[in-house]
């Protein structure tokens, strides 16, 4: 046993690129080897114990190892693993899946959904149908996407030319044309005003004045999401997303909510838009639907942009897009018991509750530590902002190592948390209960004490 785990530690980075890494760093601090899970728990190679708060990559919402869900995909793969959803040919979970994605989103009066196998997936299919909804209205110079700053869209040429982040897309120029970024609504770092208020005016204002600058008639969507959660966990101002909403409105702009982490209860309602009343044209689904138990994605279509392919048949209305995965049974089955969890115990609202105690917890560090300038969250979506200098409210340069080795402290105190550039992310399994967040709370205080 000993051999394969020295195995493991040395080959790990040997033949395999990891994500969001340089090849070289990986193999000098090499990262850990997760080999169990349980619950709001999991185990690494060296046999410890850890509170998981980061929920896998924020998507293992109904904890490790659920029974339901492992049962669910073995009574599928021994029926059938795989076939295929091309051309309407389908499997009994996928068709049950669409049904059910429909009924937890009739609020937002969704009425088709096309799956995929991730979150960049979701958003690439997310923006090609909105292209083609624009075709198919006989409006086909709407091409142009709208986004914002900070935001975090996948890895797919489409999401990556929408990205706010210049980091992400800078080695993988020339992306898509006509894709703008706007500032996002950020209260903590702006150059407009402190004002939640203010601010939000002003950021409409500037995405009013890019649709003029660039014609309505060719802008196609605009895409956001509800809580920014890769550029560090950002909480727009409360009246942000209804004037987004009004203001796309007028100008007949799509609105696409981004809701691969928000969605199925993450921010403390059932999506992300709705906390905040909106109901978007189409959502972007993935990690939450699925838990991370097999991978899958799905774009959700509401009834206005879905009608668009039933006024005739068009051959500009074939859907000239999809995966060999679309509508994999097993990931679809998946979801179908991890969404049943999600309703029955109520995941939502646990997150509100949840998280609310998270943040009160991590509140005092913003306060007394010296390295900390704020602690930010909806639902299990937290961020603690570490900063070089706390009131020029400067980033910690994530170069210099002390995002890393506070989130290491943390670990030796017994969480996981996420050092993602310079903010350390909170994003734990949504069924967690109090004693694990209490365990999270403590070991990052007792890890920024450390460093203080
Ligand atoms: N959209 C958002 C908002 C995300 O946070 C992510 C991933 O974190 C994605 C899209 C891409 O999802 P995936 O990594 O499954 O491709």
């Not at 850890?50 to 049962?71: S, T």
């Not at 105190?413 to 967690?432: F, N, Q, T």
Request: glycine share 10%.
């Amino acid at each position: 046993m000993l051999d394969r785990d020295n195995f493991l530690r040395a080959e790990n980075t040997r033949h395999q690129f990891h994500p969001m890494t340089h090849p070289m760093m990986s193999a000098e601090h090499p990262p850990q080897i997760i080999t169990h899970g349980d619950g709001c728990y999991v185990t690494d190679l060296d046999g410890n114990r850890l509170v998981d708060g980061v929920g896998g990559l924020w998507n293992v919402n109904v904890g490790h190892n659920r029974a339901e869900v492992k049962q669910a995909i073995v009574e599928q793969m021994d029926r059938i693993s795989y076939y295929s959803s091309f051309s309407g040919s389908a499997t009994a979970p996928s068709i049950e899946l669409s049904a059910k994605v429909c009924e937890m989103a009739a609020e937002e009066e969704i009425t088709k959904v096309m799956f995929s196998a991730n979150g960049s997936d979701a958003v690439e299919t997310a923006l090609k149908l909105a292209r083609q909804y624009w075709h198919l209205v006989g409006q086909p110079t709407r091409t142009k996407f709208l986004s914002l700053k900070q935001g975090y869209h996948g890895v797919h040429f489409g999401g990556l030319s929408v990205n706010g982040a210049p980091y992400y897309r800078n080695a993988y120029e020339p992306l898509l044309g006509g894709c703008f970024q706007i500032d996002s609504p950020w209260t903590y770092r702006n150059p407009y005003s402190e004002d939640p208020e203010e601010l939000a005016d002003a950021v409409i204002t500037q995405i009013e004045r890019t649709i003029q600058a660039q014609g309505s008639q060719t802008v196609a969507a605009f895409i956001a999401e509800p809580v920014q959660g890769a550029g560090g966990v950002i909480v727009p101002p409360a009246s942000f997303w209804p004037k987004l909403r009004a203001v796309l409105d007028k100008y007949e702009v799509l609105l696409i909510s981004d809701e691969v982490v928000t969605g199925f209860g993450r921010s403390g309602s059932m999506f992300g838009a709705r906390g905040w009343g909106v109901k978007p044209d189409i959502m972007c689904l993935a990690k939450g639907i699925s838990s991370g138990y097999v991978p899958l994605g799905a774009t959700a279509l509401n009834k206005r942009v879905a009608d668009a392919w039933y006024k005739e048949f068009s051959e500009t209305g074939i859907i000239m897009h999809g995966y060999t995965s679309t509508g994999h049974p097993v990931g679809c089955a998946a979801a179908l018991a991890c969404l049943d969890i999600v309703e029955q115990e109520d995941l939502p609202g646990n997150a509100a509750k949840m998280g609310a105690r998270l943040l009160e917890g991590l509140k005092p560090l913003a306060e007394r530590c010296s390295i900390v300038g704020e602690v930010r969250g909806k639902g299990l979506m937290v961020g603690l902002d570490m900063v070089s200098d706390k009131d020029a409210r400067s980033p910690m340069d994530p170069g210099n190592g002390i995002v890393e080795r506070i989130a290491g402290y943390a670990r030796e105190e017994g969480a996981i948390v996420r050092p993602a550039g310079s903010v350390i992310i909170l994003s734990p399994p949504l069924v967690i209960q109090e004693p694990e967040i209490d365990i999270i709370v403590d070991a990052l205080t007792k890890a920024c004490d450390r460093y203080d």
